[in-house]
């Protein structure tokens, strides 16, 4: 089992340009969930899937879009990047919710100039 | 609002010497709190789970504890492979989210 896997790894994008970020997971979890990670703030949810065809906002969605586009796969998108969204993402499933071990895949790291 | 709060921010160790980390919490009706080790580079990997004061769980060198308003994750004779930041999270906002402390960068020195 490869467990949660995130592409790309690495990414630097232009203020202004778009891009998805790809997760999937194979321990047919069905909550999934994508956070970002800056120094001194720690991981901060950004949007969660509670289930197949539900999503919601987390603590900090603005300049992000989601789609959860089957159990296995939850997609981030930044439809215009700015500066301030550089930043490690890391993606999660779970079981359940928040009372459920969440597992981590391996992070993206992303710098937009 | 609910808060983790992780203590000390950094610690270097000698190997061999024990010590404990802190994870304090403000939040309503705790359901759990987790335990999570990070290397550089990499996503948070789950260590431990804790759902009730007084409960401990143990993993090699590491055993985790839980009170009321902490949790501590004592480390027993650390080698330097040890070395990683530790993070504590707790469920909150309505159990629909995960509140993650900012963790503790553990260096074990050999």
């Known amino acids: 089992n490869a467990g949660v896997t995130q592409t790309p790894k690495f990414q630097v994008l232009k203020t202004g340009q778009s891009m998805t970020l790809q997760c999937a997971q194979d321990?047919?979890?069905?909550?999934m969930y994508w956070y970002r990670q800056d120094p001194g703030m720690g991981l901060r949810l950004i949007y969660y899937s509670a289930s197949e065809g539900t999503t919601d906002k987390g603590e900090v969605p603005n300049g992000y879009n989601v789609s959860r586009l089957n159990k296995r796969e939850f997609s981030l998108r930044l439809e215009s990047a700015a500066p301030s969204q550089t930043s490690v993402y890391f993606c999660?499933?779970?079981?359940?919710?928040?009372?459920?071990?969440?597992?981590f895949g391996p992070g993206t790291r992303l710098t937009v100039l | 609002e609910d808060q983790v709060t992780q203590s000390p921010e950094a610690l270097r160790l000698q190997e061999g010497e024990s010590s404990s980390l802190n994870c304090s919490y403000t939040v309503s009706g705790l359901r759990g709190l987790f335990w999570y080790r990070q290397d550089p580079g990499k996503g948070p990997e789950f260590l431990f789970t804790?759902?009730?004061a007084g409960e401990e769980k143990e993993k090699e060198r590491l055993k985790a504890t839980l009170t009321k308003k902490e949790s501590f994750l004592h480390i027993t004779a650390p080698k330097p492979e040890d070395s990683a930041t530790y993070l504590c999270a707790v469920p909150s906002g309505g159990y629909q989210k995960v509140t993650f402390g900012t963790g503790t960068k553990l260096q074990v020195i050999p």
């Open positions: 804790l759902y009730s």
């Open positions: 999660a499933s779970s079981e359940g919710l928040a009372g459920a071990t969440q597992y």
């Open positions: 321990m047919n979890h069905n909550s």
